[in-house]
C-alpha cells in the first residue's frame, strides 16, 4: 500500500508542478485559447476520430502478430477491445504506459501465460517508440533548417541512441548476453528467475526476425496516422501550419509523455506549448493543447463507459494491474 502511495505522489507531484508551470508560462493567454474552441470545423474533427479508430486496428494487427509468437490466439475483436480500453486507462493508470499495464492483465486472463504476456506488451510497446522516434528523427533531418531550439534535435539523438540500442539487444545475442549479465547483477537474486524467463521470451523473437520488419511497419503506419490525427485537430481550429512540422514535434510530445504522471497530464500540454508556441501564436498553441486534451479524454471515457458496460473492474484488479 506504501508503495502506492508514493507512487501516486509522485505522479501527482510531476502532473501538478507541469502544470503550474504552464500555468504560469502562458497566464493570460487561457481564456484566448479557449475561443479558439468555440469556432470548431467539425469536418476535420469528424476524420480525425475516424483515424483514431483506423489506427486502433493496425495497432490491433500488430499486437495479434507479436502474440501468434507466442502462441496466444485471441481474436482481432478481443484485441481491439483491449486496445480500446487501454486508452481508458491511459488516463489514470502511470504515465501513457497504464494502457500497457491493462492490456498485460487482460491477456494473461485470457492465456494464463503471465511472462508471456508481458513481454508480448513490452514488444508491442518498444515497436510503437521505435516508429516515434524514426518518424521525428527523419523528420528533423529532412527539416532541421527551420527549427531555432537545439534542444530538438539533442532529444532526437540521444532518443534515437536508445531505440538503437534497443533493436541490437533485441535481434542480437552478442549485445543481449552483456546486458543480461549487467541485469543479474544489479537485481536481488529472487528475481534472476522471471529474468532468466524474459530472456528466454526474447530469444524465441530473434527466431522470427522477418516478422520485425513487419511489426515495425505496423508501427510506422500507426504512429503516422496519429499525426495526421493531430494535424486535423489543427485544421478544425483554423490552425494551417506544413503538415511535415507535425510529424517533427508530435513524436517529441508522444516521447515526453512517458514521464511519470497522471496519463501524461501536465507533460503533455507543457511539450505541446513549447513546441508549437514557435510556429503559431501562443494562445493557438495553447487552444491546440487543450482541443488534443479533450479529444484524448473524450475518446477515453466513451471506451470507458464500453468497459463499464461489459463488466468493468474492482479495485482490487486495479491494484493488481499496477502491481
Not at 56 to 85: D, E, G, M, N, P
Not at 252 to 266: A, D, E, F, K, Y
Amino acid at each position: 500500500m506504501l508503495k502506492h502511495i508514493r507512487s501516486l505522489f509522485f505522479r501527482v507531484t510531476i502532473s501538478v508542478a507541469s502544470l503550474i508551470l504552464l500555468f504560469y508560462t502562458v497566464r493570460g493567454e487561457w481564456v484566448e485559447g479557449l475561443s479558439h474552441l468555440t469556432n470548431i470545423k467539425f469536418l476535420p474533427l469528424l476524420i480525425a476520430i475516424l483515424i483514431n479508430f483506423l489506427s486502433l486496428l493496425v495497432v490491433t494487427f500488430r499486437l495479434k502478430a507479436i502474440l501468434i509468437v507466442q502462441s496466444i490466439h485471441l481474436s482481432l475483436s478481443r484485441i481491439y477491445y483491449l486496445w480500446s480500453i487501454s486508452l481508458f486507462f491511459n488516463l489514470f493508470l502511470p504515465s501513457a504506459v497504464g494502457g500497457d499495464i491493462a492490456k498485460a492483465y487482460y491477456l494473461y486472463k485470457d492465456s494464463n501465460k503471465k511472462l508471456a504476456s508481458v513481454t508480448s506488451v513490452f514488444l508491442d510497446r518498444f515497436f510503437g517508440m521505435m516508429a516515434t522516434i524514426s518518424i521525428g528523427f527523419l523528420a528533423y533531418l529532412l527539416g532541421r533548417e527551420h527549427i531555432d531550439d537545439p534542444k530538438i534535435g539533442t532529444v532526437l539523438f540521444w532518443s534515437a541512441g536508445v531505440a538503437i540500442a534497443g533493436i541490437f539487444f533485441l535481434m542480437s545475442r552478442r549485445f543481449s548476453k552483456p546486458a543480461k549479465s549487467i541485469i543479474f547483477k544489479l537485481c536481488p537474486a529472487r528475481f534472476h528467475e522471471r529474468i532468466q524467463k524474459l530472456f528466454d521470451a526474447l530469444d524465441l523473437y530473434r527466431e522470427h526476425r522477418i516478422r520485425f520488419f513487419l511489426l515495425y511497419m505496423y508501427s510506422l503506419l500507426a504512429q503516422a496516422m496519429f499525426i495526421v490525427l493531430v494535424y486535423c485537430l489543427a485544421l478544425s481550429i483554423r490552425i494551417e501550419l506544413p503538415i511535415a512540422i507535425f510529424f517533427l514535434f508530435m513524436p517529441l510530445v508522444t516521447v515526453v509523455s512517458m514521464i511519470p504522471s497522471i496519463g501524461g497530464l501536465g507533460v503533455r500540454e507543457a511539450a505541446m506549448v513549447y513546441l508549437f508556441r514557435g510556429q503559431v501564436t501562443l494562445d493557438q498553441a495553447v487552444g491546440l493543447s487543450l482541443l488534443l486534451d479533450l479529444f484524448l479524454y473524450g475518446v477515453g471515457c466513451v471506451c470507458g463507459i464500453l468497459y463499464a458496460i461489459r463488466g468493468g473492474v474492482s479495485i482490487r484488479e486495479i491494484e493488481r494491474m499496477e502491481e
